[in-house]
């Protein structure tokens, strides 16, 4: 299995370094989170399927499927032999509104 990274999620980790480098002064934090999350991404190599299947979760079919880390989820998909990190977003946010948009707009 390969990883690779969506321009989204590789944004996501752009801006999470870039907030925590600057709201908190602290550079050397924004490094480590952001290294501890593309560890956490490359176990994915090895065990594929650790993460839960977002469908569990929520009324949406969808091949997603995401990891916690820390503060984070790491929502991905399975290709074939190809793992592909498609964002990586604080478990905080509306993630759900971030990937699928209003899910109640046809109602």
């Not at 299947?53 to 880390?69: A, D, G, N, Q, Y």
Request: aromatic share 10%; hydrophobic share 35%; glycine share 4%.
């Amino acid at each position: 299995m390969r990883i690779s990274y969506a321009p989204e999620a590789r944004e996501d980790l752009r801006e999470l370094k870039e907030f925590i480098a600057m709201e908190y002064q602290n550079p050397k934090s924004a490094t480590e989170i952001t290294q501890k999350i593309m560890r956490t991404c490359s176990n994915l190599k090895r065990f594929p399927r650790m993460g839960m299947r977002l469908s569990e979760k929520i009324p949406v079919e969808t091949p997603l499927r995401f990891l916690i880390c820390g503060k984070h989820f790491v929502f991905y998909r399975i290709d074939g032999t190809t793992i592909r990190i498609t964002r990586i977003l604080d478990g905080r946010s509306d993630y759900i509104r971030i990937l699928f948009g209003d899910l109640n707009e046809t109602e």
